[in-house]
């Protein structure tokens, strides 16, 4: 079968890991023999062209100059599937949902924010501005509960859940190294809707054990972080050390967004990243949260402060323990590999043997 990608982009430096699973699972959907033509945006620090097996790179640098061969492509294709991403997010959702493709499909990967501001009111930059009808399959990074919603608000025929996913050949344990050396780090992607979950798991902690270390990572860090001498941040570190960063530090912190605990069975990509180096984890609680990881076993989930100290105080032996179970979890249960069998089992995708 064939089936046309869009939304892919390439050459950004802060994409956080889009193009890396999106290529993994591209390359899993090709060995079972289907052929994908990846409909990709070239950025300004865009990588050596890549290949698939069987199938096409259709790469462009304006919208305008590549949207008729693309629509050709999604014409002639079994499925048609928009991931909802990057500039040309709407105009790409909007040529796929006007196909002559067999099944036509949506993903949402920042299914939290579009529930947020749809329920607000607002329009979603990077969806339809008339809604989601007319996809026969819309796939959103949420799930639970918040699902109908998503659906009803958002205008879809039908909906199903397609959580993030790590690439293990990619997303693996890093090296120690001590400029990284920490008792608790923390990355996060961004100010928005993190400043309460910082103050209270990470500032607050660092100021009550002031002969801890504690780094921080991230992009546009928030206001607040105190300029302590046991506080390190590295405000614009190359997502390629993330890895390293884990490793060197005794537990890791990981944060969901307010509209991610809002809506709740939102696991970011942070969060499984994680897990996928083998760092111990202590997590803010959201619901749903207990589906993808057993707290106590497999990760440490804090309601207070009190949760992410007591934390620090455990024996090395026993948070090493825990990184390793959520690593054999994230492995087993949330890799490329375990979404492209779901992604053939959601759009009833036929050939390439079983999963």
Avoid at 117 to 130: K, Q
Avoid at 142 to 168: M, N, Q, S
Wanted: net charge negative.
């Amino acid at each position: 079968m064939k089936i046309v990608i869009f939304g892919l982009t390439n050459g950004y430096r802060h994409d956080g890991g889009h193009m890396v699973r999106w290529r993994a699972l591209i390359q899993a959907l090709a060995i079972r023999g289907h052929r994908v033509v990846a409909v990709e945006r070239a950025g300004p620090d865009a990588a050596t062209t890549w290949t698939i097996p069987g199938g096409d790179v259709l790469s462009y640098a304006d919208w305008d100059a590549v949207a008729v061969d693309a629509a050709a492509q999604a014409d002639d294709a079994g499925v048609a599937l928009v991931v909802a991403h990057g500039p040309d997010a709407r105009a790409a959702a909007n040529l796929v949902r006007n196909s002559k493709a067999v099944r036509r499909a949506l993903y949402d990967p920042e299914a939290p924010v579009s529930l947020t501001a749809l329920e607000a009111g607002e329009t979603v930059d990077h969806l339809p501005a008339d809604g989601l009808g007319g996809f026969d399959m819309v796939l959103a990074s949420c799930g639970g509960p918040a699902l109908e919603r998503y659906r009803a608000k958002a205008g879809a025929e039908a909906v199903a859940p397609l959580y993030p996913w790590i690439v293990p050949e990619a997303d693996k344990p890093g090296d120690f190294k001590r400029e990284y050396l920490g008792d608790l780090c923390c990355i996060v992607a961004g100010p928005d809707g993190i400043r309460e979950g910082l103050g209270n798991f990470f500032i607050d902690p660092a100021q009550r054990l002031t002969r801890r270390r504690f780094v921080l990572v991230g992009t546009d860090l928030p206001d607040g972080v105190p300029r302590a001498s046991n506080v390190l941040t590295f405000p614009d570190l190359d997502p390629a050390e993330h890895a390293d960063v884990l490793a060197s530090a005794s537990l890791a912190l990981t944060l969901a967004r307010d509209d991610e605990r809002r809506i709740g069975w939102c696991p970011s990509d942070r969060l499984f990243l994680a897990a996928a180096c083998g760092a111990a984890i202590v997590a803010d609680q959201w619901e749903g949260l207990d589906s993808f990881f057993e707290p106590g076993r497999e990760i440490l989930v804090a309601a207070q402060t009190d949760d992410v100290t007591t934390a620090m105080m455990l024996p090395r032996n026993h948070l090493t323990d825990l990184g390793r179970r959520a690593r054999k979890r994230v492995l087993a249960e949330h890799s490329a590999e375990r979404r492209v069998q779901e992604l053939r089992s959601i759009l009833d995708l036929k050939g390439g043997g079983d999963d």
